[in-house]
């Protein structure tokens, strides 16, 4: 059994999700940009990457209250931060 301390989080036993190659740099763009407005085709990104990594089924949330996809994009900014497979 491993364990691997993150900061003062420690998993025990687990891998650490990683985008695969072509997510990886998906994300490296989206991260890149430079204004505040999220456009359809970035929520459609964030909502296929967050159901392919968070093992769910893919929806899209209402966009009128931009709470689910700033935390899915944390979720995502934390896969981003393990670096790729």
């Known amino acids: 059994m491993s364990v691997e301390i993150i900061g003062t989080l420690k998993l025990i036993g687990m891998e650490l999700t990683k985008f695969d190659s072509p997510d ?3 994300w490296a763009k989206f991260r890149a940009r430079t204004n505040d407005t999220i456009y359809k085709d970035e929520i459609n990104l964030i909502v296929e990457l967050h159901a392919k ?4 089924k893919v929806y899209r949330p209402c966009t009128c209250n931009p709470k689910v ?7 995502l900014n934390e896969i981003y931060n393990n670096g790729q497979d």
Request: aromatic share 42%.
């Open 53 to 56: 990594y968070f093992k769910h």
């Open 24 to 26: 990886y740099i998906d």
């Open 69 to 75: 996809y700033n935390k899915w994009i944390y979720d």
